[in-house]
């Protein structure tokens, strides 16, 4: 074989090497090293879960990386809330089991205003908390509502029967726990006695307001 030819047998050797090896490259043959390929699975996750969202076109987006939102939770009920103490009753839920103390509180608002506007309960309401924080009064609301000679309507310690299905009662049970959880402010403030406007009692006692059909003092 002369030289030329020779030359010529080892340049077409080399060139079909380097065609060989560039077309491994572009197939993606390096991915069968392991660690090349884990290197190549981590960029692509990191990318699918850092890269901005192109325009929304409306299609489901899948996400290599988990999203965790979380579940929604009731509204706790806050102070101004509601534009209106009207509003505010309405938007509590209804009242499931009842301590017994709030099932005094209720009681002394459903037998003293259940026949009087909203705010009248609350403020009827607002008394009995009053005394009950009060180091005059007993210290629990079933304390202050059993106490003796203080409510008219419990009759030989007892409080009478409640009409549990009515719409007073139920608007008894949003007033307590209103004025339980100060969610409204009464315009009776730190009142603590109270007796209806048809009575005139002769009491030396600072009078604060009159609500529908009673009048409070401090």
């Not at 077409?12 to 991915?31: D, E, L, N, Q």
């Not at 290197?39 to 901005?52: K, L, N, S």
């Not at 709030?102 to 309401?125: K, N």
Request: charged share 20%; proline share 5%.
């Amino acid at each position: 074989m002369s030289r030329k030819t020779q030359l010529a047998a080892a340049f077409a050797v080399m060139a079909m090497t380097v065609f060989t090896i560039s077309g491994a490259a572009a197939s993606g043959a390096f991915a069968q090293d392991p660690e090349t390929k884990v290197m190549a699975r981590g960029e692509a996750d990191t990318e699918a879960a850092i890269a901005p969202l192109a325009a929304d076109t409306g299609a489901v987006r899948f996400v290599s990386k988990e999203v965790v939102q979380p579940l929604p939770t009731d509204k706790p009920v806050v102070a101004g809330d509601s534009d209106s103490l009207e509003g505010l009753v309405a938007s509590l839920p209804a009242a499931g089991d009842m301590s017994k103390d709030m099932q005094c509180l209720a009681g002394a608002i459903y037998f003293e205003a259940r026949g009087e506007p909203l705010v009248g309960q609350l403020a009827v309401g607002q008394v009995i908390v009053n005394r009950a924080e009060s180091d005059k009064f007993p210290e629990s609301y079933c304390g202050v509502v059993y106490q003796r000679s203080q409510f008219s309507f419990v009759r030989n310690g007892r409080m009478p029967s409640i009409r549990t299905s009515s719409a007073a009662w139920r608007n008894a049970k949003a007033i307590a726990r209103i004025v339980h959880e100060g969610l409204w402010d009464s315009p009776v403030g730190d009142a603590l006695y109270f007796h209806a406007a048809s009575v005139r009692p002769n009491w030396r006692r600072a009078r604060i307001a009159r609500v529908d059909s009673h009048i409070f003092y401090r």
